[in-house]
Each structure stands twice: as structure tokens, then as C-alpha cells.
């Protein structure tokens, strides 16, 4: 008891200010948070500011704490550094204190430095500092910069200043900004809007949405904006949206639609319902469409509605979005909605909506779906084919393995047999193993090389693929052998992140090792993007795949193909691959992969905008979609990600109930007149991801600007989420003396958590 009442007492006598000057970093960092907590601490913490030799993550961390006991007299050094610190994380920290402790001041001062050079990260940290104060603030001169200012980057970050500032008549400013024709300029205010909404911006949000031809991006953030600005105050209702759904336009009235899915639940459903009942009704299929895909949120009054329209409506559009919002409402069980797609799949005329048809009858003992999935393997298209074979194996009842067994071993198309193999491996039923043992002597690579997969993910034998051998297995181990449908295991792990980014290189190669650990790994080696590069870095196993032999490689759908740009395939391998994803792969492109090898696989989704010439830019990007959990990782906070655009052939939406877009940019949009960067749409029972910019090409290589090692070191941290523990270990290298040594030792991989976030989401979902 005495010695811990004398170590009480060391604590307390003990200086933090003295730990300042230890040379290990974490003591520094708790003697800044020790200070933090002192009412004396300030003036310390000012000078750890003003050490330009100091660890930035110090810094970072003193600029944060000051705002617990700061006062008017750092005012200052805070403006200093939120419009002159070496990186944004720094600035941004320095504003949001700024915006706690002196924020008319503090405004002022960085109101004036928005010129020049420093324009841009001025105006970035004004902002910063405004969503941390409610204090109203006169600033003068933005509407000028807007208008004069020479980068649009500058003008777009002072249209965002202006909306954010202006809180008693912000509606009117938002018009004002809205009518102009900068995509930038009118995506910053909607952004403002959309994180802090105002119930009496509405009216001018929905005037913005009812006009024609604007594009996607602000289409996007209009509706956001909107559904967020009515949640404000849900008293008010949804009067506001009758002009929209009932506009003669269907473009306007499917705005009105996704509007209304992004309501928050204040509002009941009927109220949602009544308000898409014009959406329903139009002429425009678009516009039926987005009303039957924002039935997901509606549960049984959705499901009612959503099963109505997939069953009545004459265009496959919304048939196609009616059945996605009834399946993901259906419960497992539902025997209405098996029965319903039952009856439809023989009489549909629409092979799309075949294929979806037989995608949702896979479901776990639906034996009414054995019978008309057996039919429908004879379907003329072979894609609703292999598409119910893999279904039938999902019914996971008897008479479907049976149904498979014959399909295995009778069939002529090895694109039906290969399903068979992976419908087989999804049953979970012991009858399956022996046809699966057999087809390894299957003369077609992919059906051997499936059945393979499925015997070792299903048994947890490593045995080589040959019949004998397995079948001596089975004979001596069947009985002892218990199958279980892996759906039932735990969800995803916690990782090893921190602010969403890795907290240092040793737990990113933990972590990519686990997600992608035997996983089979194909990549298409090209002329234009070498993600292969990425992955030997990494150490992750992968076979390179040329151009016109695909059918020469082992390729089965519980894989992950990425077609490098330029992704230039032949005649031969579309069939493969189309195969390969509507069996259940997954196929992630880069690039000009988008128009040679997704647009010829899966026509009628997404394809290549045009533009009036290359695409050769540097553009910052922007989650379009921050509730998606495929985006965990890729935005840490104040981690801007940059995608260096070579050639890129921009992601032009055909089919927005299909199509996901993940990753836009208004900047682009603005230079390109496109700017969706990534985007996802489910094939069959697989899905396809596109980037525009390279897997590989990505970060310090390609930076302009960076003169300096501290340039290319603060680069990675601002736009490349390196972590702080690897900065410190590599920070005095020599590598950072020059841009390409320093890219190859520091990866950009950004993109690469994308594809990560696809993988560890369908292993998981999958159970392999």
C-alpha cells in the first residue's frame, strides 16, 4: 500500500511538459495529451507547434488537444498552421480547434490567405473550422473568388465556404450557386447540405432537382441533400416531392424515387408509398424503375409492391429492379415469393430478368424451385442456364444434386457442366462428393478445376486433383464426414485499422494475407496496368492469364479474375469469362478493361463515356456512396485520395438500378464531363467491379509538385493513408529523395482496399 501510494505521488510531481523532449515519440504523444488536460498546458503545446522539427503526429495531436484549454492566445499559430502546416491532416486539426476556441478570428485571418498558393488549403481549413462552430460570420469577398479565382478547385472549395457560412439565408445562396454550370461548384454546395441539412433549403433543392439534363454527380447529392433537408423537419411532410414525381420528365420523376428511398425513418411507409404512387404510374420505365428499387426500405408494404410491379409491369427494366427489392425483402422461407418466381421464370421473355430469376430461386431447402430450375437448364440462353444449375445446388435438397449428377456427367457444354460442378459444391449434400471426384477427369480445364475447389473447400483435404485419389479418400472417411453450410459463420473480423487506414504496414500484410489467403487469383497480364506488381509486393499467390488462352488456364467461379487495362481480350475468352462471373466469380477491371473486357461480358450497365479527348489528369476522389461497406477503409478521415488518370475511359452509367457507383469526382466531371470512378454491378450469381485508373499506377510516381522529400512524405500521408509508424521507420531514408524509388518502396493502395473490401465481404458471405 505504501509503494503504491509513492508512486501516486512520482505521477503527480511528474512534468509532462519534461516528456516533450523524449526522444521516444509515444511519450511525447502522452505528454501532449497529459497537457491537453492541464489549464497551463497551452503555452507548451504552442511551442510544440512551432518545432518544425517536431514529429507531425505530434503536432497533429497538440493542435487537437489545445481545443480542451486553448485560449484567444493561440489564435495566431493555429492560423499559421491551418494555411501553412506541411500536411492537410495538421491544417485541418488546427482549424477545427481554431473553430472552438476563436472562430471569428480565426476565419478572418484565414478568409484572407484564400489567395495565391495557399488559396486552396485556406479555403479547405475555413471550412474545417466552420462545422465546428455555430457562430454566425460575416465573410466577405467569397462570392468574387468564386467568380475569379483561376482553378476550379479553389472555386468549388469557396462555394462550399459560402453555403457553410451563410446559416440565416443559405437557401437563397444555395440557388444562386445551384443555377451555375460549374458540376463543382454545384456538387460543394450540395455536400455542404447533405452533412448538415437545413429544413429551409428544400424548396430550393427540389427546384435544382427538377430541372433537366443535370448530371449524375449532382443528381446524387441533390437527392442526398434533399431527403437529408426533409428529415429536418419530417411535420413538414413530402408536399415538396409532388412536383417532382408527377414531371413529365422520367428523369426527373426517378429523382423524386431515390429521393425518397434516402429518407430517414421519421417517415412512415405509407406516407413513402402515397409520395411514389406518380412514380409508379409514369409513362417513363426509368422512372417506374427507381420507384420499384426504393421499395428496399419499405419491408411489407415494399414487398406487396415490389411483387405487383415484377409481376404486372410491361417493361424488363422494372421488372428486373421490382425483383431485386422484393428478394431483399422476402424472408428466407417466403413461400409466395418462390411460388411467384417460380411461375415466372418459364414465361419471362427478358433473358436479364431470367437470369435474376434463377439467382433468387437458390435458396436453401425451396424444393418447389427443384422443377422449374431443372427446365430451365435447357433455357436458350445458356447464361439463365448455368445460372439455375448453380441455383439448383443452393436449393441444397436432394432431387437437385440428383438433377446436377445427370447434368455432370451427360452434358455436352462444358459451360453447364462447369455450373453443374459448382452447384454440386453448394449443396452441401454428401451425394455430391463422387460426381465431383469424377468430373476431375473432366476434359474441359474449368469443370476439373471446379470441382476441385468445391471437394477441397467442402472436405478441408488438400488432395491433388485426381479422381483415385479422392475416391479412395471418400471410401475410407465418407461416413465420418459431416458438411455444414458455412453461411452460418461468424461475420467479419475486426481488423487492424485505425481512422481507416492501417495502422502500419506489418498489420496491412496481415490482413491482406488473411483476406486473401488460398483464394484463387487470375490476373489477364496487359499492356497498360501491372496489378501483378501490387500483389508480389504483397506477397499474394496469382496466376497471369494471357489474352486469347484463357481457356487454357484452370478458371473456376469461386475465384477472383482482375483484367489489367487494357484489358484487350480475344474472341475466344468472352465466353469464358462471361461464364466464369454468371457461375459466381468475381471480375474486377481497371481502365480501358471497362470497354474491352466488362462491356463485352456484361453489355447494358456501364460502359465508357465519351470524351472530346484523352483522359490524362490528376483528380481527387470522393466516396459516392459513404454508406457502402465496400468503401471501409478507402477514405481514411483527412485522407484524400488522388486518382491518377492515364488514357482512363470514364465510367458512363447505363442502367442506374443496376449499377452501384462507389467513387465519383466533380472535378473530373468538371474537366471531363464525367466523373464516376468506380462502380459495381452483381452478373448472374457473380459481380463486376470497375476502376478507372490503374491497380498499379497509383501514388508518388505520378504526383506532380513533389520537390522535396518532406513533399513526397507528406503526399503519402495526406493522399495515401500511409501510417504514421511507417513514416517514422522509413522517414530518413533515401528513397524519398526521389519520386519512383519512393513508389516503389511506399504503395498507393487505395484501389487496392476496394478490391479487398469485395473480397473479404464474398468470402465471408460465401463461408470459403
Not at 426517378?254 to 425513418?265: F, G, K, T, V
Not at 465418407?478 to 452460418?488: F, G, I, N, V
Not at 486469347?548 to 474472341?571: H, M, R, S, W, Y
Not at 522517414?731 to 484501389?751: H, M, P, T
Request: aromatic share 6%; with cysteine; charged share 25%.
Amino acid at each position: 500500500m505504501r509503494f503504491l501510494s509513492l508512486l501516486l505521488l512520482l505521477v503527480a510531481l511528474q512534468d509532462p511538459a519534461k516528456d516533450l523532449k523524449s526522444k521516444d515519440v509515444q511519450k511525447r504523444l502522452a505528454a501532449v495529451d497529459a497537457l491537453g488536460a492541464d489549464e497551463k498546458g497551452e503555452k507548451a503545446l504552442l511551442g510544440v507547434l512551432k518545432d518544425k522539427r517536431e514529429d507531425w503526429e505530434v503536432q497533429v495531436e497538440a493542435a487537437k488537444v489545445l481545443a480542451q484549454h486553448g485560449s484567444a492566445a493561440a489564435t495566431d499559430e493555429l492560423v499559421k498552421q491551418a494555411y501553412d502546416a506541411p500536411i492537410r491532416m495538421l491544417r485541418l486539426a488546427a482549424a477545427r480547434t481554431l473553430g472552438k476556441l476563436a472562430p471569428k478570428a480565426g476565419a478572418e485571418a484565414l478568409l484572407k490567405k484564400a489567395n495565391g498558393d495557399s488559396a486552396f488549403a485556406a479555403l479547405e481549413s475555413l471550412e474545417a473550422l466552420l462545422g465546428e462552430t455555430q457562430e454566425p460570420l460575416e465573410l466577405k469577398g467569397l462570392e468574387k473568388l468564386i467568380e475569379k479565382a483561376k482553378e476550379p478547385a479553389v472555386r468549388a472549395a469557396a462555394a462550399r465556404v459560402l453555403v457553410h457560412s451563410h446559416r440565416a439565408d443559405r437557401a437563397a445562396v444555395l440557388a444562386k450557386l445551384l443555377a451555375s454550370g460549374s458540376i463543382a461548384q454545384r456538387c460543394a454546395a450540395l455536400e455542404v447540405c447533405c452533412a448538415d441539412p437545413r429544413a429551409d433549403c428544400a424548396d430550393a433543392l427540389a427546384a435544382f432537382l427538377g430541372k433537366p439534363g443535370i448530371s449524375d454527380l449532382s443528381e446524387r447529392r441533390g437527392e442526398r441533400a434533399l431527403a437529408a433537408a426533409l428529415g429536418a423537419a419530417p411535420a413538414a411532410g413530402l408536399d415538396v416531392l409532388r412536383p417532382l414525381a408527377s414531371a413529365k420528365d422520367g428523369a426527373v420523376s426517378a429523382r423524386a424515387a431515390r429521393c425518397i428511398e434516402q429518407l430517414p425513418s421519421a417517415f412512415a411507409g405509407t406516407l413513402r408509398l402515397a409520395s411514389l404512387a406518380p412514380c409508379f404510374e409514369h409513362k417513363d420505365a426509368g422512372a417506374r424503375a427507381a420507384a420499384a428499387h426504393a421499395l428496399v426500405v419499405l419491408a411489407a408494404q415494399g414487398a406487396a409492391r415490389a411483387r405487383g410491379l415484377f409481376e404486372g409491369d410491361r417493361e424488363a427494366r422494372v421488372r428486373l429492379a421490382a425483383l431485386e427489392s422484393w428478394a431483399a425483402l422476402a424472408p428466407e422461407a417466403d413461400e409466395d415469393f418462390g411460388k411467384s418466381l417460380c411461375a415466372r421464370l418459364p414465361v419471362e421473355d427478358d433473358a436479364t430478368v431470367r437470369e435474376r430469376i434463377a439467382v433468387h430461386l437458390g435458396r436453401k431447402g425451396l424444393l418447389a424451385a427443384v422443377e422449374p430450375l431443372s427446365r430451365a437448364l435447357e433455357d436458350a440462353q445458356w447464361g439463365v442456364a448455368v445460372c439455375a444449375a448453380v441455383s439448383l445446388g443452393q436449393t441444397q435438397t436432394g432431387p437437385a444434386v440428383e438433377r446436377l449428377t445427370r447434368l455432370l456427367r451427360e452434358s455436352k457444354d462444358w459451360k453447364l457442366r462447369g455450373a453443374a460442378a459448382a452447384g454440386l459444391g453448394q449443396s452441401y449434400v454428401m451425394a455430391c462428393l463422387v460426381p465431383l471426384a469424377e468430373a476431375l477427369s473432366d476434359p474441359d480445364k474449368s469443370v476439373a478445376a471446379t470441382a476441385q475447389a468445391y471437394l477441397v473447400s467442402l472436405t478441408l483435404q488438400p488432395l491433388p486433383p485426381k479422381p483415385e485419389a479422392w475416391k479412395d479418400w471418400l471410401s475410407k472417411n465418407a461416413s465420418k464426414l459431416e458438411l455444414h453450410d458455412p453461411k452460418s459463420r461468424d461475420a467479419i473480423a475486426q481488423r487492424e485499422r485505425e481512422r481507416g487506414t492501417f495502422v502500419d504496414s506489418r498489420a496491412r500484410d496481415l490482413e491482406l494475407t488473411r483476406v486473401f489467403k488460398d483464394l484463387a487469383l487470375f490476373v489477364l497480364d496487359s499492356r497498360g496496368d501491372h496489378i501483378q506488381t501490387s500483389l508480389a509486393r504483397l506477397e499474394i499467390q496469382h496466376t497471369l492469364v494471357q489474352a486469347g488462352k484463357v481457356n487454357e488456364f484452370a478458371l473456376q467461379p469461386d475465384a477472383l479474375f482482375v483484367a489489367n487495362c487494357t484489358g484487350e481480350i480475344e474472341a475466344q475468352d468472352v465466353e469464358r469469362l462471361a461464364w466464369f462471373v454468371r457461375a459466381g466469380g468475381h471480375l474486377f477491371g481497371s481502365c480501358w478493361a471497362l470497354t474491352e473486357t466488362i462491356d463485352r461480358i456484361a453489355p447494358g450497365v456501364i460502359h465508357k463515356a465519351e470524351t472530346a479527348s484523352e483522359v490524362l489528369d490528376h483528380v481527387p476522389a470522393m466516396p459516392a456512396d459513404a454508406t457502402s461497406p465496400f468503401l471501409e477503409g478507402v477514405f481514411g478521415r483527412d485522407v484524400q485520395p488522388i486518382y491518377e488518370l492515364e488514357g482512363a475511359h470514364l465510367i458512363e452509367v447505363q442502367d442506374p438500378e443496376r449499377a452501384h457507383v462507389l467513387v465519383d469526382s466533380p472535378l473530373c466531371a468538371e474537366h471531363w464531363g464525367s466523373g464516376n470512378l468506380a462502380a459495381w454491378f452483381p452478373v448472374g450469381h457473380g459481380l463486376i467491379l470497375d476502376s478507372v485508373n490503374h491497380f498499379e499506377a497509383q501514388g508518388l510516381e505520378l504526383a506532380e509538385g513533389l520537390k522535396t522529400r518532406e513533399d513526397r512524405q507528406a503526399y503519402a500521408l495526406d493522399h495515401m493513408g500511409l501510417a504514421w509508424a511507417d513514416l517514422r521507420a522509413t522517414k530518413d531514408e533515401k528513397f524519398w529523395d526521389n519520386s519512383l524509388r519512393a513508389s516503389e518502396k511506399i504503395a498507393d493502395l487505395s484501389v487496392f482496399r476496394l478490391v479487398t473490401n469485395f473480397v473479404e465481404r464474398w468470402r465471408i458471405e460465401v463461408g470459403r
